[in-house]
């Protein structure tokens, strides 16, 4: 016997996802075709920014940086789900009881999009946000010489960080490059004693030094 089902398509591709693979009819909450599923390759690669146990679920290879691009930059809100979809059990396990502290875009590029791609790449954790840190929108990044850029001071600033005391504190961000936001962030993040830090994000660009 078999249940009548809505036809559902890939969010990326737009095929229809057969609800024959084994994947699927396990898990109904499946937005992959198995084709789109295999291409995002992810590898979960642990890492340490100083003594912080981190996570990256991706390489930032040429899919994922499409696909971010996409959803980030040509606001494909649709696309908002697609990159923790099938490893939110796994996920949801490993960070239950933690609250989520976004890297922040700034103001204006939010405003422009509609909505933050961070929180909403995270959204489906269903893990409570705070909103502590702040980009600096006095230092303009662009403006400045690349020696300016290197001091990190002016990245980011904090806002009530205290409400973080006693708490276990995942910080994310959608793309880890020189990790220079993110180190300042836990710098912050760390002032405010919380239980535990650790560090999700979807993509690490690739670190030839240490392959
Ligand atoms: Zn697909």
Known sequence: ?????ATKYC????NQIKDNSFYSLLHKDNLLCE?????????????????INSIAIYDYDDTIKKLIYTFKGCYDYELKDV????????LRIKYAGYVLVPI???????????FNHVKEMFSALKLPYIDVLRKNNNEKQSAKSSK????????????????????KVLI???????????????????????????????????????R
């Not at 969010?11 to 737009?14: G, L, N, R, W, Y």
């Not at 850029?149 to 960080?161: G, P, S, T, W």
Request: net charge positive.
């Open 172 to 210: 994310i961000d959608d793309i880890y490059t020189t990790g220079a936001t993110m180190f300042k962030a836990i710098q912050l993040v760390k002032k405010a004693n919380p239980k535990v830090i650790k560090v999700l994000v979807v993509a690490k660009t690739i670190d030839l030094k240490k």
């Open 104 to 114: 922040p875009s700034s103001e204006i590029d939010d405003q422009k999009r509609g």
């Open 83 to 90: 990159f923790l979809n099938r490893y939110l059990t796994y």
């Open 1 to 5: 016997m078999k249940l009548i089902e």
């Open 11 to 14: 969010k990326i591709c737009f």
């Open 148 to 167: 300016d850029r290197l001091n990190i001071d002016n990245i980011l600033v904090e806002q009530n960080i205290n409400i973080l005391y006693g708490k």
């Open 35 to 51: 084709k789109c599923f295999s291409s995002l390759k992810a590898r979960f690669i642990n890492f340490k920014i100083g003594n």
